[in-house]
């Protein structure tokens, strides 16, 4: 079967399995941003409750598999009485996993923020939630934006294990596809090339044009 | 009360996740010794004079880099078949992941090659030495502590990655979970003992990473 006759074929299939993949990649990546900033701001805290929690979560994810902790939130957590199917178990895994890389980035970027910045904001007697929020978060933004690009696409790669909880992704349906049809360098060669175009010519140019929105923002452009 | 902890299965299958521990070591160290080399390769391909080369070696290193592993691992194990290469699990294993980690190792070496000063190329041009010469005893040696860093944290993530072999069954510790899991309707205790595990080799080794590298620098004097 030529390539052309396996696209027309199972084109829909893969095209499906492509919405679910970027659906899951945006939802995981809102939770990873969401929990990532928490963490960070967290690690940072006075209070030494906070501060244990953010670093306990930080060391558990970034310390253990992804595949390992999908597995564990979808059969084990159940147990506890927390039931997630299997769609939000995907994301919500892969966002913690990320969520914990992303962590330590911003806890980066704060600190990278110059040390007259927060200074300043002392001097007009601001308080720390507004010096946060005003002063400080928006420049660490920028700092930021260029490793996130790379995570991202990490990230993008993670959301691929889903398809082992049976969630129907991209990799979930290129694996009906070869199995039932034996066709395994058309069907996983496909959707290698689609998650390259996702990868390099959507997350990378769009990150990329953040950077140049956000910095212009700031007026450094 | 499905979720009690239960201690005597907990030591009825500590020996047998201890087993496959040790698999999951030995295709880390396979992998990643696969890894090493061929990352070198990859890196010092892109620096040939020859562009055709550099610019496909280039595609090559992104492409493996922007696309996830566990389709890498299907594609490796179930293509060859269809063209008549049968690989076991563990050569098919080894391949893809050794080959998904070279290309981050390249761009490793990469940065340290290009981190050694233009003037270290130029004296050596000026002392006559062959290629070959200049990076032996030139620039890899100055190459290699800034790239130490990145070599020890993917040494972590190839292990962190060796659950995801499980999926073309080789026995390494998820595979052996899952196994234990269906045989016995638990899973709270074999998935849990699995986090344990990572955890208790993967922060050590981390931190382990860290004075490496600063006894590293310390002996060289930066």
Known sequence: MSLWEFLETYGPLIASGTYVTIVQFLLAAAVAVVVALAAGLGKRSRNPLIRGLAVVYIEVFRGTSLLVQLFWIFYVLPLFGISLDKFTAGFVSVGLNVGSYGAEIVRGAIQAVPKGQWEAAYALSMSPAKRMRRIILPQALVLMLPPWGNLLIELLKGTALVALISVTDLMFQTRQINASTFLSAQAFGTALIVYYILARFIITPVMRWLERVMARRLGRA | ?222
């Open chain 2, 1 to 222: 009360m499905r979720f009690e902890w239960d201690w005597d299965f907990t030591l009825e299958i500590l020996p047998r996740l201890l087993v496959a521990t040790g698999n999951t070591l030995l295709a880390a160290g396979t992998g990643y010794a696969i890894a090493v080399v061929l990352g070198l390769v990859f890196a010092l391909a892109q620096r040939t004079p020859w562009r055709v080369l550099t610019v496909v070696v280039r595609e090559i290193v992104e492409f493996i880099r922007s696309t996830p592993l566990v389709l890498q691992i299907f594609f490796v194990f179930y293509v060859g078949p269809q063209f008549g290469i049968r690989l076991s699990p563990w050569t098919a294993g080894m391949i893809a992941i050794g080959l998904h980690y070279s290309a981050y190792l390249s761009e490793v070496y990469r940065g340290g090659i290009e981190s050694v000063p233009k003037g270290q190329w130029e004296a050596c041009r000026a002392l006559n030495m062959s290629t070959r010469d200049t990076y032996v005893r030139i620039v890899i040696p100055q190459a290699l502590p800034p790239s130490i860093a990145g070599m020890g944290n993917y040494l972590v993530g190839i292990f962190k990655d060796t659950p995801m072999l499980s999926v073309i069954g080789v026995a390494e510790l998820l595979h052996t979970a899952n196994a234990i899991g269906s045989e016995n309707y638990r899973f709270l205790e074999p998935y849990t003992l699995v986090g344990v595990i990572f955890l208790a080799i993967s922060l050590p080794a981390a931190g382990f990473v860290r004075l490496f590298e600063a006894r590293v620098r310390r002996k060289l004097g930066l």
